[in-house]
């Protein structure tokens, strides 16, 4: 039984939406997003990413910094650019990319529902990652960025869903950057919001697709002021979290390729002949024709130029356990880890990865700059994704990649 309920959202007048509006702040740094919010005094990178309001250089994990984050917040309700809607709600969500949308329902989850394992995860988190949004968190008193869940569609929910769309207009309808329509609609009506409520305590499991770390750290602030609030009854907002909720269905996981800077002392040819032991190599194209996997077990490689297809040898991987026959684990497994000994691709510094949105194009213009080797992936599927986390297994590192993005601003949640 999955908890999912209404919240009063701080959330952008119409006006200001587009403007509020900011990509998540882990895909960017300090820099990328000074440059972002240049000129927009209302660019809620200025909330989840404060530094760029202060010096250059400054420390991103000091006390300064979460406290400008708090104050830029403060600020966005004070002039009005912000405002708390004067009852619970539940929000639909849209977005739409490259003749695709996706639509998913904005409210809170529980916490207890994340420690209980109703949540589940595919990820592990990093101490210090989840330490600074804690804080962030904290001295915020807001989950300012949502946690991306998604769910097995339920008929009752996608028809409720398309039923309150039909019959009201948006409250946002804009175009943000990388040309993604955003849309949402305002749920204010009881009878729907508690009909939505029973029906994901119907629907069994909710799955973290993106964002680990924010999930993780929102649950500790919760522990937190728990402790602090040795009477707290459960229904306090501290309890729970921000989060979009979409229906398996309505997603697609797009390919998260990988680039190798050498062939760690090999050959081409002594290198080919090794990867010859666990996959078949075909050379299919050169330069300019980037090859795409179409089938899982099968991969694009780039070498000097030209593209090879890579297709794994039967027995070269566990066909029943759910994480070794990922592709990312058969090629780390079966080629990255024992012919170019990268066994740690979390921290060695000869591996990178380049999300799908950037196309196969990027990888052989890495190749021909600072890499030497390249490979395009098929991607991990839904399928692979609920398997994996109701086994309890953790997905190998760069396992997935969702596009497009869930843009933050335009619902916060207080705790307080």
Not at 66 to 80: F, G, P, T, W
Not at 89 to 94: K, Q, S
Not at 105 to 116: E, P, R, T
Not at 239 to 258: G, K, S, T
Request: proline share 5%; hydrophobic share 40%.
């Amino acid at each position: 039984m999955a908890v999912f309920r209404p919240f009063q959202a701080i959330r952008p007048l119409p006006e200001f939406a587009a403007e509020v509006a900011a990509l998540p702040y882990d895909v960017m740094n300090s820099e990328e997003a000074r440059k972002m919010a240049e000129g927009n005094p209302h660019s809620f990178l200025r909330v989840d990413k404060a530094e760029i309001d202060l010096p250059p250089g400054t420390d991103l994990y000091s006390e300064a910094v979460y406290q400008k984050a708090r104050k830029n917040l403060e600020k966005l309700v004070r002039d009005n650019v912000c405002k708390k809607d004067a009852k619970p709600c539940v929000y639909i969500y849209t977005q739409t990319t490259d003749g695709r949308s996706q639509t998913g329902l904005v409210g809170c989850a529980s916490i207890d529902d994340y420690m209980n394992n109703v949540i589940k995860k595919h990820e592990l988190t990093r101490a210090d990652k989840e330490a600074d949004r804690v804080r962030h968190v904290d001295v915020c008193d807001a989950n300012t960025g949502p946690i991306f869940l998604c769910y097995r569609e339920q008929e009752e929910i996608s028809g409720m869903v398309a039923e309150w769309k039909s019959g009201h207009a948006p409250v946002y309808d804009f175009v943000s950057d990388g040309n993604v329509g955003n849309a949402v609609w305002v749920i204010d009506c009881g009878e729907t919001i508690v009909r939505l409520e029973r029906a994901f305590a119907q629907a069994g499991s909710l799955y973290i697709a993106d964002g680990h770390h924010r999930a993780a750290s929102a649950v500790k602030v919760g522990q937190k002021r728990r402790a602090a609030n040795p009477g707290f009854t459960g229904d306090e907002e501290f309890n729970f979290f921000l989060a979009v909720l979409f229906p398996q269905n309505e997603l697609a996981i797009m390919d998260y390729n990988r680039v190798i800077r050498d062939l760690n002392g090999l050959t081409a040819d002594a290198f080919l002949s090794q990867v010859s032991e666990k996959f078949e190599v075909t050379a299919v194209s050169g330069l300019g024709d980037p090859y795409r996997p179409t089938e899982k077990n099968t991969f694009g490689m780039l070498l000097d130029g030209k593209w090879y297809r890579l297709a794994a040898k039967p027995g070269s991987f566990d066909e029943k356990d759910p994480v070794a026959r990922l592709d990312v684990s058969i090629l780390q497994n079966n080629l990255i880890a024992p012919v170019l000994g990268i066994n740690d691709p979390r921290t060695d510094k000869r591996i990178d990865f380049v999300g799908g949105i950037r196309g196969l194009r990027e990888l052989e213009k890495r190749a021909s700059d600072d890499m030497r080797l390249a490979f395009s992936m098929y991607p991990t599927t839904l399928d692979d994704l609920f398997d994996i986390a109701d086994a309890g297994e953790i997905m190998p590192p760069k396992s997935t990649w969702f596009e497009p993005k869930l843009l933050s601003g335009l619902f916060i949640h207080l705790l307080s």
